[in-house]
């Protein structure tokens, strides 16, 4: 089985059944080894009923107790046998199952870690959590009936053998049987996929749905738009559930064939077997025997019929995980985000981005204040070369610097950033090493953001715990831990969108003072619309529809732009801080 540190290798993103013969082919030995064991269970199953009778023709008919013993002593050997091949069978194929699922799982964490920044771009969250959750499960399930429906195939063939000898009619009336079933039950099963595929899609939009929900409860209770919300969200699920009572509907009628059928098929061959015994054209046991075939015939059959539907269903999540797997990061060509090897300014310099006109003198305090708060994260996005964009660095266009000295020297702090679990002082000091990090940076970093309360207030301060994505903090807490963050990583070039956007105004106030008290000397920009953080900045570009519509001091720009005067109005207790 797959190591925890062992590369899954290179998946085959081809199609569905391509990606589940990759899984199959990476775990050979196993598979082939399962699929052994289980056609010499199944082929054992198979003769049981032919040591019946030899048991009943040759020891119980004429009397002869030292045969029937004798048969009866092998019937049991083979039993035992096969008891522990059952075993050997189940522990194979769980191996192959969680094989699949844990290579399945490091491929797509993988991808994850591969796409970045792109991820939330190219799919959304709902989407992952779905393939994470139930397509993972099913590809590996449907994995664990291949071995037994191959060796159910394997059992049919040698029953109708071993019927070949009793008698020519009944064989092919068992070699018949399983085409007949499998033309009954393919049609269900191209239904089945095809009704499995819409619900899958269904789910992954209403997962995402509930995570938004999740997100945005509080902003849509206060704006008065939970109960519209609740109602979509209601109508959503109602037709996931519709959906879900179709594909019920087609694998119950799958599954009602795979088992009813056969059975079916079992009285119409005992009945033939039976008047042949009648006619005299075989014998008591081997009408035993004949019975006994056909009896065993209904697990393999029913086999073929599951692994059928599971590797249908397989099929169907295997599609998905590849369509994840086939996303491209942000393209990295061209006038794009760039492969560039080249060195960025080796001193300050001026960022400008000719789509929206902006211009980010280096040392100063620089704010976006946009009619749509979108238009101005997209220029944050292309000025720290997360988008393809023509933004420049001086005279260097961005897509030609090398990437990690972008990093190093850029650092892009989105409002609502990942926080992952640990202890605050874990969560603040980042990638760098949270015991190497200057007591006194910290300190600093925390006075900046205003967040000494959320210290003093934990129970161990910066060695508290904090939950993933900071569940045991308010949304203003989570704000300025993110803030903190940002500050303690000391960019020579900082982006902050919407830094203060959680903060009541006093906070907010005290934040920006202290930012720009902080950020002296040093590039930095801002995104926000908050009139105590513009007051603040050094220069304030006023966005129209993603374009520099004024430029100028927040003072100017209230005096000269009504556009932007409307845009800043807040309520009289910001106006009277502000004043």
Known sequence: MID????????????????????VTQQAGRSALGALISAVWMVLLAATPYLLSRAVDEGLAPGDYAALAAWTGVLTGVHVFNAWLSIMRHRTMTRVRMDALFRT???????????????????????????GVGDVQTISSCLTVIGPGFGAIVAYLAVAVLLLSVSV?????????????????GPLLGRLQGTETEYRERQ????????????????LNGLGGKGLVADAFHRDSQRLRAQGYRVGAVTSWVQALGMGLPTLFLAVVTWLAARLAAQGAISVGELVSVYGYVAVLVRPMAFVVDMVYEVARGRVAARRVVRFLRLEPMPDTGTGTGTGTGDAP???????????????????????????PADATAVVDRLGRYVPSAATWGTVPLSEIALPQLRARILVADHEADLFAGTLRELIAGHADPDGRDEAAITRAVHTAVAEDIVRALPDGLDTPIDAQGRNLSGGQRQRVRLVRALLADPEVLLAVEPTSALDAHTEARVAERLYAERRGRTTVVTSTSPLLLDRADIVHFLVDGKVAATGTHRELLDGEPGYRALVARDEDAEEILS
Do not use: F, N
């Open 105 to 131: 799982t490091k491929v797509l964490v993988g991808q994850s870690v591969r796409l970045g920044a792109a991820l939330p771009r190219r799919i959304g969250a709902g989407e992952v959590v779905t393939i």
């Open 169 to 185: 009619p009944i064989a092919v009336v068992v070699l018949l049987g399983m085409p007949t079933i499998a033309v009954l039950v």
């Open 204 to 219: 992954g939009v209403l997962t995402a749905r509930i995570a938004d929900l999740a997100g945005g409860l509080r902003v």
């Open 4 to 23: 925890a540190y062992e590369d899954p290798g290179e998946p085959d993103c081809r199609g569905g059944a391509r990606y589940l013969w990759w899984l």
């Open 346 to 372: 080796a001193e300050s310099a001026a960022l400008h981005d000719p789509e929206s006109g902006v211009r980010v003198l280096p040392g100063r305090l620089t704010a976006l204040a946009a009619s749509l």
